[in-house]
């Protein structure tokens, strides 16, 4: 069943807010205070909106997180159900730093349609819409995924751009890129916003590869589902780790995750800028209000657009 549109608003909303908890906390250097501001504007926006949800992806587990933990429940009516993944501060150092690309994220689905990924890392290959299904694979070489993708596009790889995390782990995938003398567009976080910008039509990034967050990866996938892009990914556990995945339900620790099996059925994604972005600006405060951009997705409906919003405060 797909998500009534009423509720794009109200969950628009709760992203405004989360993005001007961190806002009051931009270019001061701590970053886990702008984080629970963030976290705390979000949840009581959430509890306001007459939904049950509950939360798949979030802070942490219960003893980790106090607020917006792994199996808390949102809202204030038994019905509708949903699954709910937030990241109320994407981009934690950006803004704390003052730097561009600081996100609060929320993906929105019916019971059970969002993978419950935890809070581990995850290998992730990006591309975009209008491409062949299933063209590349995180078991292929980097040299193979490129040359097929080249292929797909009619160009050399010389005229693709890849967007890689600046990690040391991903030494050997920059090495088979510049092997293929592919450009590369180094980010230095911002998981969520990377991986979406190969769908970006304004983007000139054609690959997202690499390793980062589970979490990031299951909300990047519900932004990157709605605009028709593919992506694969796959859980990197410890053995510890293994025993924390396999309580939310994860049987196969080396299985590839297609992104619809990430993202069943209908989803609701908004980003709302915490700081000015490559997507949409940053927020604006003015005395009694403030003005806060989002990006927003609606699969069923095909809504997309990047609403800009006067918020009371």
Known sequence: MPIDTSFIKPFIKATEKAAYGAYLFKGKGDKNAADKSAVNMMRTELNSIKMHGKVVIGEGELDEAPMLYIGETLGKSKEPKFDIAVDPLEGTKFCAQGLSNAFAVMAVSETGNLLSAPDTYMEKIVIGPNLPKGLVDLDYPIEKNIDLLANAKNVKPSALTACVLDRPRHSKIIEGLKKKDVKINFISDGDVSGAFSVVDSKSKNDLYVGIGGGPEGVLAAAAIICLGGQMQTRLVLTEEEKKRAAKLGVKDFNKKYSIEEMI??????????????????????????????????????????????????
């Open 264 to 313: 069943k059925g209908d989803v609701i994604f908004c980003a709302t800028a915490v700081t000015d972005g490559d997507l949409i600006p940053g927020i604006k405060d003015f005395d009694d209000y403030f003005e806060a951009s989002t990006l927003v997705l609606h699969r069923n409906s095909n809504y997309f657009e990047k609403v800009t919003n006067k918020v009371s405060k």
